[in-house]
């Protein structure tokens, strides 16, 4: 009896412990569930980290042609240094080595050495520096055994065939900052990346770019590379085909910078700028600033006196004259105040006005150019002469409003979206602007002031030139644009072809007639022929006291204090082709300084 | 002490064979077979250097279960004192001569011997002897601390080596049969009273380095260069090997040497990976096969001695898998038992199969 009921306990603490045991097993499949079924996506990122390495593969750069295909922009093969992170590595013994003998940037150390520090896994490598001298690369290409962590890795790197020829145009690429993740969400973090800073590579830097692609390695786990391929192959930056003639482009940077070749001495390069447009498609033939710098050192690397000198040069070279630069248009307006004036109708064909070289209006004085007046002309004569007296009567006449809605129509101070970040708008004064911005009324002085091109108006080159290519089409308002065959609808010029036809008939005297200002730019040509308006205008006012004396020669004045010299035009007569607009900075008068330049170039384009 | 005059069964031995149980054989052989693949997939797909010499001490194993299964149980018991000092002996012997780093093994040659495993069959015959000898007494507290001590003197002297996880191991199967005899309630209950109340006079007085080794043992994820990374990967591995596994051969965790001691401890997550939760819970499922097995026969058997032996061998089984599945799926600490019958382990793959052995000695000598 007492043998069964020891039996029966016995069976009862077996059955008890069997539970046990069935709990347990419960709890291991529980949890081989857990791991292997509800959190396996976890676990298997976590293994996919561990057994590969990823990293981008930075696209080729697209590369910038010319219209007729010659290369502007392109990449060639360069070297970059790595270190490979590891554990328990003397990271600054082994920079101070290497910057021992040869000749690393210590902005691209301290880079690197944040960069390392945000490392979380090994065997990773990481960006030093792609801006190595070939003598640097070969002088640590020897001693590689001295460095076991350190590789090199085959990258690319911008180059710009042409130099400074092309420098505000293209632009230059730099390496990626804190400003332009900021602004840019799209853009990734990568240290080897170089993403444009100026001109076309900026503006177009979302297509040149191209997309990452990304390596795949796997690793063990002592972080020895078992296998290495290409996991997504990154897609190289779209090609750029841009309407700059490359020899016009040069040709008439050559022309603006060594304006008295017949001397022998060196001259300083003029600052100032040329533009070349195709007036019936809007394409830049060529679009050049003066002076301007060589793009090929932001690739390598500008160091910081060079940054400096080019930054504090008085003359700005890395300023783009052509998009950015803004200057009175001065007398190249008058066509746009005489057509304001001949839509509006307040002046015939015929209509003369007596010129005696000076208009008083009030207690003010306002003179001709011309000392003594260019006696009794109508409105085309005014034109080929640029009689400033006839403008202040005819601008007094249509009133400053009308003369702006002409300009804006003309493309001055009008949405122009040129393919340039560094394109600003010129200023074209009205009543309203007058009274938000300055805060007091408009005068009629000012509107005198105005009719030609002076006081408070404003327009850049590319304004200047797309205001003489609609004139030319007189069809369509024609929109100025770098790329070659773009296709774009333009819009219906909506001006009388009859007062565009007498205009550009008292274009075409100021060059071909005698007494015109700009006879001696005539083209060497009997059958192409140009017209234009020149345009020279004033910096510093001058004094009635300065007038009596006599005013100063622009020779022997200071350079700041010359006039600007400008000229715009367009030919051939017939069937116009191309315009141009060239400025030349305190250059002296128009007819002298830019209208030369404007025929060599049209006469290299047509001739 | 001879309770029969012959120590073997004189009837044929092909009726003896037949006696055997084969459903659990069976299963057995399944699950060595799988070994055998895990660690062919171990070694890289290679038969070297685990999977033939794992092939060769199965095969051994099983020619022990046999000769053992021809010998009556009562002839194999009269060895179960000398054998329990013996083990004893070994284990005095290795903390002063052992081999290894932590001293676990005696060299004999031809093969690491590792007392601390046999000491496990020792304790199991030890107390089924006791017990049997001084049955029912069970209110007794002398006699249970007897027994108690028993279990602790080999216990102390495996974590001393150290081997907590051999030792704890070798404690809780101690305990477990002690229970299963009878230990009353009461007893438990203050013991386990005492412990709790003690730990955190304890651990006041313990010094910070300590501390930390406990705490690390407690949560091995501190430690995350060493046994908290092993612990990581082994997660990573089963975890990733997801619902049907990344394929035989596939898995990158042991393929890329993420896994520490793949052919031994971690066999089961390289299983796991390969395989997914379906190959791994099979095998969970061949193991509770083994155990429901061993548990029939412990409700057959009549004979007290035998039925402690039974549920000892079974529990032992139990404890192997529950410590070495535990271990890699990140339940409890890491103590380093290996997984029966897969694990490329020499004297606890023997040990197993001693224990199976003598089942079946249970078995034939049975007058059914």
């Known amino acids: ?258 304006i008295n070749t017949k ?148 493309g001055l101070s009008a949405n122009i979206n040129l393919e340039l970040s560094e394109f600003q708008k010129g200023l074209v004064p009205s009543k309203k602007w007058k009274l938000d911005n300055r805060g007091t009324r408009w005068t009629p002085g000012e509107t005198i002031n105005a009719s030609i091109g002076q006081g408070y108006m404003l327009s850049n ?3 200047l030139c797309t205001m003489t290519a609609r004139i030319a089409n007189s069809e369509m308002s024609v929109e100025p644009t770098l790329l070659k065959n773009k296709t774009k609808k333009f819009l219906k010029l909506d001006i009388n072809k009859g007062h565009l036809n007498y205009v550009k008939n008292a274009m075409s005297n100021v060059v071909n007639n005698e007494l015109g200002t700009a006879f001696k730019s005539k083209l060497n040509s009997q059958s192409i022929k140009m017209a234009g308006k020149t345009g020279t205008v004033q910096v510093v006012r001058i004094s009635e006291e300065e007038r009596e004396k006599g005013i100063i020669k622009n020779k022997d004045r200071e350079w700041k204090k010359r006039d600007h010299a400008l000229f715009v035009g367009y030919a051939p007569l017939e069937k116009p082709k191309y315009s141009i607009c060239v400025i030349v900075e305190h250059g002296g008068s128009g007819s002298v300084t830019a209208a030369p330049i404007a025929k060599d170039i049209i006469e290299k384009l047509l001739i | 002490m001879f309770t029969s005059n012959k120590f073997y069964k004189p009837d044929s031995i092909l009726k003896n064979f037949f006696k055997l149980d084969w459903i659990l054989l069976f299963v057995v052989l399944v699950i060595c077979i799988i070994g055998v693949g895990a660690l062919y997939s171990a070694g890289d797909g290679s038969l070297k250097p685990w999977a033939l010499n794992h092939i060769y001490k199965v095969i051994f194993g099983f020619f022990i279960v046999f000769i ?37 093994w005696i060299d004999l040659k031809y093969f690491f011997f590792q007392p601390s495993e046999l000491a496990k069959i020792a304790i199991i015959l030890l107390l089924a002897k006791f017990f049997t000898y001084f049955p029912n007494n069970s209110k007794n507290i002398l006699y249970n601390l007897i027994a108690i001590s028993l279990v602790l003197i080999p216990g102390f002297l495996i974590i001393n080596q150290p081997d907590l996880g051999t030792g704890s191991m070798l404690i809780l199967l101690g305990f477990a049969i002690i229970f299963l005899n009878g230990l009353s309630w009461n007893v438990i209950l203050s013991i386990t009273l005492v412990s709790l109340i003690s730990i955190p006079v304890i651990w006041q007085n313990l010094l910070e380095y300590q501390k930390y080794r406990i705490l690390v043992f407690l949560n091995p994820e501190l430690d995350t260069l060493g046994k908290g990374y092993q612990i990581m990967q082994s997660k990573i591995a089963i975890g990733s090997g997801g619902m049907f596994g990344k394929g035989y051969l596939a898995g990158s965790q042991s393929r890329l040497d993420f896994l520490p001691e793949k052919h031994t401890d971690f066999v089961y997550t390289l299983i796991s990976e390969e395989m997914g939760f379906i190959g791994s819970m099979s095998l969970l499922i061949l193991y509770f096969v083994i155990i429901i097995v061993l548990m029939r026969e412990f409700l057959k058997e009549e004979d007290f001695t035998n039925k402690i032996i039974i549920f000892g061998i079974s529990f032992l089984i139990f404890l192997y898998v529950i410590f070495n599945i535990g271990m890699v799926s990140g339940l409890i600490p890491v103590v380093g038992a290996p997984l029966p019958f897969i694990s490329n382990g020499g004297t606890s793959l023997i040990t197993i199969f001693i224990g199976l052995g003598i089942i079946q000695s249970i078995r034939v000598s049975r007058n059914v």
């Open chain 1, 263 to 410: 001397k022998r001495e060196y001259v300083e390069p003029e600052t100032g700028s040329v533009v070349v447009m195709d007036v019936n498609t809007g394409e830049l033939i060529c679009c050049v600033s003066s002076p301007n710098f060589n793009p090929n050192i932001f690739t390598r690397g500008i160091n910081p006196k060079e940054w400096k000198s080019l930054v504090n040069n008085k003359k700005a070279p890395l300023l783009n004259r052509a998009v950015s630069g803004l200057y009175p248009p001065g007398s190249t307006i008058k066509m746009a105040v005489a057509l304001a004036a001949l839509e509006s109708g307040v002046i015939g064909y015929d209509n003369k006005f007596f010129c005696n070289g000076v208009k008083e209006y009030g207690d003010m004085k306002f003179h001709c150019w011309h000392k003594y007046g260019h006696g009794n002309i109508n409105l085309s004569q005014a034109i080929e002469r640029s009689c400033d007296v006839f403008f202040y009567e005819l601008g007094l006449k249509v009133g400053i409003d009308k003369i702006g809605l002409m300009l804006n129509k003309l």
């Open chain 1, 1 to 258: 009896m007492k043998n069964l009921i020891f039996k029966k306990n016995i069976e009862r603490r077996f059955f008890f412990l069997s539970a046990l045991k069935g709990i347990s097993f419960g709890v291991l499949s529980w949890r081989l569930f857990d791991l292997q079924v509800i959190e396996n996506k976890k676990y298997d990122k976590l293994s996919k980290e561990n057994q590969f390495n990823f990293s981008l593969v930075v696209p080729e750069r697209g590369q910038i042609y010319d219209r007729k295909g010659r290369v502007l922009a392109a990449n060639r093969d360069a070297f970059s240094l790595y270190i490979k992170s590891s554990k328990n590595l003397n990271l600054s013994e082994i920079l101070k080595k290497l910057s021992s003998i040869t000749t690393l940037n210590e902005e691209d150390i301290n880079n690197f050495q944040i960069r390392y520090k945000n490392l979380k896994k090994n065997n990773i490598n990481v960006f030093i520096t792609d801006n190595l001298s070939k003598r640097d690369i070969s002088k640590i290409a020897v001693r590689l055994h001295e460095f076991p962590k350190v590789n090199f890795l085959m990258t690319k790197k911008r180059v710009y065939p042409q130099g400074a020829i092309t420098s505000h145009l293209i632009g230059y690429t730099g390496k990626l900052t804190e400003n332009d993740l900021k602004r840019n969400k799209n853009l990734i973090n990568f240290s080897n990346l170089r993403i444009g800073k100026y001109g076309i590579e900026k503006f177009f830097d979302n297509q040149l770019r191209g997309e990452f692609g990304r390596r795949r390695e796997e690793v063990n786990a002592r972080g020895k590379i078992i296998t290495s391929n290409l996991y997504e192959n990154p897609n190289p930056g779209k090609n750029l085909n841009l309407s700059i003639d490359l020899n016009i482009q040069s040709y008439a940077l050559s022309r603006l910078q060594n």
């Open chain 2, 68 to 104: 053992l299964s021809q010998f009556k149980i009562n002839f194999i018991m009269n060895f179960s004192v000398i054998l329990y000092i013996f083990c004893i002996l070994c284990l005095i012997y290795v903390t002063h001569f052992g081999v290894g780093d932590v001293k676990r």
């Open chain 1, 461 to 463: 080159p590319i304004e």
